[in-house]
């Protein structure tokens, strides 16, 4: 299953150079306000070094990363869902993302001004998620409206729908975000359908100047008080370095340039990174002569359902797995190895796959 996240922000604050610094594709930034026609899809390799030292131990004609899909849309603007701006019609792109990166200008730039005659990241954060509030309203309100016809004439389920609906409505209502309501579990599957955008989860990246890559400055300090407590992610990226060193094809060179930044690694790890503990996402490995392959899950899966990441086969023929923990094949050094010392267990339908865990489906269709 890959990874998708929607990238949302005000216009200036750097989302496009954030998309082509972790991107293989190249999107087109502009200093013009409003100047983007379609939103630029994506993809990047999910970096994770246990694909090579498992490489080592067992070659393979190939390594296949897992990927992220990212969904650039063109910026937002105070008023948006009234019509100002276009960021708001390409809302739509990122209904079924799993996630948002919402980008937030941390800098100063006198040749790029902001809309709001100053930087303030605080305030932006508060104006693209009321136009993702205005957004979800609408959705509400007109699911509302559908069911309200349904309970009229005599549908028991739509009056628990309704009643759902009516607390979702008061609770945008009051400028407060969809994934912030307290509600039990399942009564947020009456919503499902609509897939909201201000209950997707969110990270936050502060987009500073290159001097403080390695530190934040007063502009991040502000964002990261204001959501102290609140189950989210920062991370801190000069977008404009970033760039820079992603157009670089000398590995060495952009060790260096990330190291002159007092930085240790690409901001896009980080990121990928932050959007993993946010979403609770873990990587289980399949290895093989012909190939050596990261899959991604999520939460609590079992190994059945993490089969069928593979293939719908292999999930509706499930019989075991067999699992050899990623520290043990690395201690072992070999499939055969793992075997003799006892280290190769036989789970069933139940077995809750981990981080790490190499495996091998037994199935039967």
Known sequence: MALQCGIVGLTNSGKTTIFNCMSNTRAQSSAAA?????????????PDNRLYELARLQPAQKI???????????????GASAGAGVGNKFLADIRNTDALIHVLRCFDNDSLPHMDGSVNPVRD??????????????????????TEKLVKIGDKAAG????????????????QSARTIEIDVRDR?????????????????????????????????????????????????????????????????????????GLNEPGVNKLIRSAYRLLQLKTFFTIGPKEIRAWTISGEMTAP????????????????AEVIKYDDFVTLCSEAACREKGKIAIEGRNYIVQDGDLLNIRFNV
Do not use: W
Not at 35 to 44: L, P, T
Not at 160 to 175: I, P
Not at 305 to 320: N, P
């Open 34 to 46: 409003f100047s983007a026609s379609k939103s630029n899809v994506g993809m990047v390799r999910v």
């Open 64 to 78: 296949v990363h897992t990927t992220i899909e990212f969904i650039d849309i063109p910026g937002l603007a105070k």
């Open 125 to 146: 954060m508060e104006t693209v998620d009321l136009e993702l509030q205005v957004r979800d309203l609408e959705s509400v309100e007109k699911k509302l409206v559908k």
């Open 160 to 175: 628990k729908t309704m009643e759902v609906l009516q607390l979702f409505r008061e609770h945008l209502e009051s400028f």
């Open 189 to 261: 599957q009456h919503v499902a359908d609509l897939f909201l955008l201000s209950a997707k989860p969110v990270i936050y990246i502060c987009n500073v100047d290159e001097a403080s890559a390695g530190t934040g400055n007063s502009y991040s300090d502000q964002v990261k008080k204001v959501l102290e407590g609140q189950d989210t992610e920062v991370v801190v990226i000069a977008a404009e370095a970033e760039a820079e060193i992603a157009e670089l094809d000398n590995e060495e060179e952009r060790l260096d340039y990330l190291n002159d930044a």
């Open 305 to 320: 359902v993490a089969a069928g990441v593979i293939h719908s086969d292999l999930e509706r023929g499930f019989i075991r």
